[in-house]
């Protein structure tokens, strides 16, 4: 991108949040099912909820041919997890992703990798699961959230491209965003967690970001309009060649000054 271009990213603008997790879902189904499928990037959070849900209801109507693929060559790689969370504790990302993908799809759980919370040492935890990334042969279609400060994972602001997978120290916004999941409670949010980087990130083969609601108005607004720059860790997508931004009406509001 030159410095007088200006930025540009793939945008597919649907009704509402149904049609937006429909459409990631099929996207999704779509690279799972391919004959030799690689592996997928996975996110958490409420944005991606409805897309499970709906991943789900459509694997279900699968014939079984399809099914029995689906469940032998499923490999994912979640992008964080909390440090000091196992994958059995009630609030973390593994427990999570086996609650609403694992177990309802009936699929390995060993198939759906994440950082593990529990070792002593989270930064060479962070250096050998980019490494089994790596040797697994990369992320083929990474699905990413938008943060409401522009983080992707838990890449907060400031942050460059060059950022690879490590711990990071949560910011006191993110964890407050992230309370709902902690029966409300701020305090009760770990600080750290392990992320993957902006370098594991733009690595992959194809990205899709997921944007949904008014609430987010403001960041996509700013994720379309302005140039890279740590300030904001997604524009750094902009520079991606097959990036897929797909957001809801609501999110594309005319007062984030973009519709």
Same mark, same amino acid.
């Given at each position: 991108?030159?410095?007088? &271009?200006? %930025?540009?990213l793939?945008?597919?603008?649907?009704?509402?949040?149904?049609?937006?997790?429909?459409?990631?879902?099929?996207?999704?189904? &779509?690279?799972?099912? !391919? #004959?030799?499928p690689s592996? =997928?990037?996975?996110?958490?959070?409420a944005?991606? /909820?409805?897309?499970?849900a709906?991943?789900?209801e459509?694997?279900?109507?699968? *014939?079984e041919?399809?099914s029995?693929?689906?469940r032998?060559?499923?490999?994912?790689?979640?992008?964080?997890?909390?440090?000091g969370?196992?994958? $059995?504790?009630?609030?973390s990302?593994?427990?999570?992703?086996h609650?609403?993908?694992?177990?309802? =799809?009936g699929?390995? #759980?060993?198939?759906?990798?994440? %950082?593990?919370?529990?070792?002593?040492?989270?930064?060479?935890?962070?250096g050998?699961?980019?490494?089994?990334?790596?040797?697994?042969?990369?992320?083929? =279609?990474? /699905?990413?959230?938008?943060?409401?400060?522009?983080?992707?994972?838990f890449?907060? *602001?400031?942050?460059?491209?060059? +950022?690879?997978?490590?711990p990071?120290?949560?910011? !006191?916004? $993110?964890r407050r965003?992230?309370?709902?999941a902690?029966a409300?409670? *701020?305090?009760?949010v #770990?600080?750290?967690a392990?992320? /993957?980087g902006?370098?594991?990130?733009? !690595? !992959?083969?194809?990205?899709l970001?997921?944007?949904?609601?008014a609430?987010k108005?403001?960041?996509?607004?700013?994720?379309?309009r302005?140039?890279? +720059?740590p300030?904001? #860790?997604? &524009?750094? /997508?902009?520079?991606?060649?097959?990036?897929?931004?797909?957001?809801?009406?609501?999110?594309? &509001?005319?007062?984030?000054?973009?519709?």
């Open positions: 991108m030159s410095a007088d &271009s200006p %930025p540009r793939a945008l597919t603008l649907l009704d509402d949040g149904k049609a937006v997790a429909r459409h990631v879902a099929r996207e999704l189904l &779509s690279h799972a099912l !391919a #004959p030799k592996c =997928l990037g996975l996110a958490t959070g944005t991606m /909820l409805p897309v499970y709906a991943l789900v459509a694997a279900r109507q699968l *014939p041919g399809q029995r693929h689906l032998r060559h499923w490999l994912s790689y979640n992008l964080d997890e909390y440090v969370l196992g994958r $059995t504790h009630p609030y990302f593994a427990a999570y992703m609650a609403r993908l694992t177990e309802p =799809l699929l390995d #759980p060993a198939a759906l990798r994440l %950082p593990d919370g529990l070792v002593p040492d989270p930064l060479a935890e962070a050998r699961y980019a490494a089994e990334i790596r040797a697994a042969g990369g992320i083929g =279609l990474q /699905l990413l959230g938008l943060g409401v400060n522009g983080h992707v994972g890449n907060e *602001p400031p942050c460059d491209a060059t +950022s690879i997978c490590r990071v120290r949560l910011c !006191a916004a $993110t965003h992230n309370a709902a902690f409300g409670d *701020p305090a009760a #770990p600080e750290w392990i992320t /993957l902006l370098a594991e990130i733009l !690595a !992959a083969r194809r990205i970001v997921v944007v949904t609601g609430a108005a403001d960041v996509l607004g700013r994720l379309l302005r140039r890279p +720059s300030e904001l #860790p997604a &524009s750094w /997508l902009q520079g991606h060649p097959a990036v897929e931004v797909v957001a809801d009406r609501a999110a594309l &509001s005319r007062e984030a000054g973009v519709a």
